[in-house]
């Protein structure tokens, strides 16, 4: 009985201290981390997405001689820029005039020939009826008659031949653009005809111009949807505007239209071609270069939020808020393009929502915190 008296006592006299310890350490505990909230941005924007792509030739021709011979003259100089139907080879014309000249004889003498046959077709034909001449022998002066006139039509389309010929001794530039080198020099035999014809040079147009790039089966299937919903024109049916920044630009400065969508999603890639026709009138672009290009993508209503107030959680995009209990939560959200400045947040935020847009650096920010409030503001940048 003494000692649970003893034992008594000695807990009655270390509960003070147990009370002193633990006020000390609430005293000590550390306050809630202070952050800055506001809003998300509420605005009704025009969206825009981002693909890369290169330029291509609206019109690109392989220049290649219709008719054989030794190359006589080259009238441009490597690179420069043609008009359709100048000059740009002279293929030896002496053989081809030689044959335009035949085929002129031939016809003097295929017309002598009808004049012949039709004299004496005329002078039978009274003769038949006294009997002079007999109906067979008229017969057959009028078969000759018919032979000579189709004679004198081979004649003339040979002539025609043989003209032709001679026109395309001299090779034209089929379309205006930038000339490439020359791919034969003087005194060279080329080949002309159908089939292993001799390339002399290439030709490019240059305004407009072309830009291709390739879309995703899930971009391609959003623009349909937003076509059936009516609230985007389908480039196939519309122009659909565009932007494009090259690889040395911070901006968007060039502007173009579409133009053409493939009719079919390439099946190794699973994407869909689709290509924009901007203007050229300076010369800036030319086939093959890369570049980046934004499409209208539609009117959106959209939330922004600063691109400093996204987090990553591992895949995911995450956004801090505060609730009304002063707890931070933490939301994923899916993120669109930059507009003014600020992050598009096309799902996962409220209008009303808390965001947290400073104090994440402080490692205590984090989902179930509580955390001191201070009320902030988003601005946009200029547009």
Same mark, same amino acid.
């Given at each position: 009985?003494?000692?649970c008296?003893?034992?008594?006592?000695?807990?009655?006299?270390?509960?003070?201290?147990v009370?002193?310890?633990?006020?000390?350490?609430?005293?000590?505990?550390?306050?809630?981390p202070?952050?800055?909230?506001?809003?998300?941005?509420?605005?009704h924007?025009?969206?825009?997405?981002?693909y890369?792509?290169?330029?291509?030739?609206?019109?690109?021709v392989?220049?290649?001689?219709?008719?054989?011979?030794f190359?006589?003259?080259?009238?441009?100089?490597?690179?420069?820029?043609?008009?359709?139907?100048?000059?740009?080879?002279?293929?030896d014309?002496?053989?081809?005039?030689?044959?335009?000249?035949?085929?002129?004889?031939?016809?003097?003498?295929?017309?002598?020939?009808?004049?012949l046959?039709?004299?004496?077709?005329?002078?039978?034909?009274?003769?038949?009826?006294?009997?002079?001449?007999t109906?067979? =022998?008229?017969?057959?002066?009028?078969?000759?008659?018919?032979?000579?006139?189709a004679?004198?039509?081979?004649?003339?389309?040979?002539?025609k031949?043989?003209?032709?010929?001679l026109?395309?001794?001299?090779?034209?530039?089929?379309?205006?653009g930038?000339?490439?080198?020359?791919?034969?020099d003087?005194?060279?035999?080329?080949?002309?005809?159908?089939?292993?014809?001799?390339?002399?040079?290439?030709?490019?147009?240059?305004?407009?111009?072309?830009?291709?790039?390739d879309?995703?089966?899930?971009?391609y299937?959003?623009?349909?949807?937003?076509?059936?919903?009516?609230?985007?024109?389908?480039?196939?049916?519309?122009?659909?505007?565009?932007?494009?920044?090259?690889? =040395?630009?911070?901006d968007?400065?060039?502007?173009?239209?579409?133009?053409?969508?493939?009719?079919?999603?390439?099946?190794?890639?699973?994407?869909?071609?689709?290509?924009?026709?901007?203007?050229?009138?300076?010369?800036?672009?030319?086939?093959?270069?890369?570049?980046?290009?934004?499409?209208?993508?539609?009117e959106?209503?959209?939330?922004?939020?600063? =691109?400093?107030?996204?987090?990553?959680?591992?895949?995911?995009k995450?956004?801090?808020?505060?609730?009304?209990d002063?707890?931070?939560?933490?939301?994923?959200?899916?993120?669109?393009?930059?507009?003014?400045?600020l992050?598009?947040?096309?799902?996962?935020?409220?209008?009303?929502?808390?965001?947290?847009?400073d104090?994440?650096?402080?490692?205590?920010?984090?989902?179930?915190?509580?955390?001191?409030?201070?009320?902030?503001e988003?601005?946009?940048?200029?547009?």
């Open positions: 009985m003494r000692c008296r003893e034992a008594l006592g000695t807990l009655l006299l270390g509960l003070p201290a009370f002193l310890f633990y006020s000390a350490a609430i005293a000590q505990a550390p306050p809630a202070k952050v800055t909230v506001a809003p998300p941005i509420a605005k924007i025009t969206t825009w997405d981002e890369s792509g290169r330029f291509e030739a609206v019109e690109s392989e220049v290649r001689p219709r008719v054989s011979g190359v006589d003259k080259v009238h441009f100089k490597d690179g420069q820029i043609v008009k359709a139907g100048d000059p740009l080879f002279t293929i014309p002496r053989p081809f005039e030689i044959a335009a000249e035949s085929a002129r004889a031939e016809i003097v003498r295929a017309k002598a020939t009808v004049a046959a039709l004299s004496e077709v005329e002078r039978a034909a009274p003769l038949v009826k006294s009997g002079a001449v109906e067979r =022998d008229y017969t057959q002066r009028s078969a000759n008659l018919s032979v000579t006139e004679q004198l039509q081979v004649a003339e389309a040979n002539l031949n043989a003209e032709l010929n026109e395309w001794t001299i090779v034209k530039a089929p379309i205006s930038r000339i490439s080198d020359r791919k034969v003087i005194g060279n035999l080329v080949i002309g005809g159908a089939q292993g014809t001799t390339l002399l040079t290439t030709i490019v147009s240059l305004d407009p111009i072309h830009f291709l790039f879309v995703s089966e899930s971009d299937l959003r623009y349909s949807r937003l076509a059936t919903s009516g609230k985007r024109a389908s480039s196939r049916d519309s122009s659909n505007p565009v932007r494009i920044r090259l690889s =040395d630009e911070t968007w400065p060039h502007e173009g239209a579409m133009d053409f969508v493939d009719n079919q999603l390439n099946p190794r890639s699973g994407t869909m071609r689709g290509r924009a026709l901007v203007p050229n009138k300076d010369q800036l672009f030319a086939p093959g270069i890369f570049a980046r290009l934004r499409l209208f993508g539609g959106v209503d959209a939330l922004l939020v600063p =691109d400093a107030s996204i987090v990553s959680d591992q895949m995911k995450m956004i801090f808020v505060v609730g009304d002063g707890q931070v939560q933490g939301r994923s959200v899916t993120l669109g393009p930059i507009y003014e400045g992050r598009v947040v096309t799902a996962g935020i409220e209008a009303k929502d808390k965001i947290i847009i104090g994440l650096a402080n490692p205590m920010v984090r989902p179930g915190t509580k955390v001191t409030v201070e009320t902030g988003i601005k946009a940048a200029a547009p």
